[in-house]
């Protein structure tokens, strides 16, 4: 098996803002394993938004 594969896996990051708007604004994305807080700017919002890490995967499949 190709360990590549098992470690490339990448989530995408939206903002919660807009999704809490209902929209999905894909923000970027991140490798599975990263951990911490990202600020990525929102075109939507006009700012930075705050987004922790790791997302879980019950909100990630919402």
Known sequence: MDNRRIHNRRIDVYCPSCAAAGIK???????????????PYCKGCKKNVAVKLPISAEKHLR
């Not at 604004?25 to 600020?39: F, H, P, S, T």
């Open 25 to 39: 604004r894909k923000l970027m994305e991140v490798d599975n394993d990263a951990k911490g807080i990202i600020y």
